[in-house]
């Protein structure tokens, strides 16, 4: 049996929090991914976007199939937490420019 704690998802950024993040994105067909420990095993998780808050720490909003059922959530998780392994990278640069993606 695994000692693995699940991910705990991330709060919502609120005004009290300082500036907004700064939010990144990838080109739809060419986005990274993180592996989340879920149900007792590692699940990819497509990034959505990564989100850097004022105060330096990392969000990432992603795509997963959290017990392995072909049912798809998304969630956002601060990075870095035991239950969070990076997956693959990506060939693009991510952009703030999100009207740019397809």
Do not use: C, F
Request: hydrophobic share 30%; no cysteine; glycine share 8%.
């Amino acid at each position: 049996m695994s000692t693995i704690p699940e991910p705990e998802q991330a709060r919502p950024w609120r005004p009290e929090d300082g500036p907004k993040p700064e939010v990144w994105t990838w080109p739809n067909a060419d986005r990274p991914s993180l592996k989340v420990w879920s149900a007792g095993a590692w699940r990819n998780a497509r990034v959505m976007a990564r989100q850097n808050w004022a105060d330096g720490s990392v969000r990432y909003q992603v795509e997963v199939d959290l017990r392995g059922d072909t049912m798809v959530t998304i969630r956002t998780y601060q990075w870095p937490q035991p239950g969070l392994r990076k997956g693959h990278g990506s060939g693009s640069e991510p952009s703030m420019a999100a009207n740019e993606r397809s």
